[in-house]
């Protein structure tokens, strides 16, 4: 089972999103992505997850929780899994 976006805080996996929403054919999940890749199948899911991704890393940056790319120091380590 591949998990596309794992929400993790101090305490460990807060959520995730894997084969049990994207390829869900039952009652609707409440997994991280908010049912956008419930039942949508593994592409479909892969390509909606990054914009999730790419939206909320906006919003932080908006937020002033994150730097913008072009203020990160080169060399700093992005951790990101399989799809990025």
Known sequence: MVTLLTYR??????GRCDAGCYDGA????ECV???TNHGAGFELAVEQTRQIVDAWMAERRADGWLPA???MEPGLPIVNGLLF
Request: charge should be neutral; hydrophobic fraction near 25%; charged fraction near 25%.
């Open 69 to 71: 790319l072009s203020e």
């Open 26 to 29: 039952d009652a609707r999940c």
């Open 33 to 35: 992505c908010g049912g």
């Open 9 to 14: 805080t101090g305490r460990g996996v807060a």
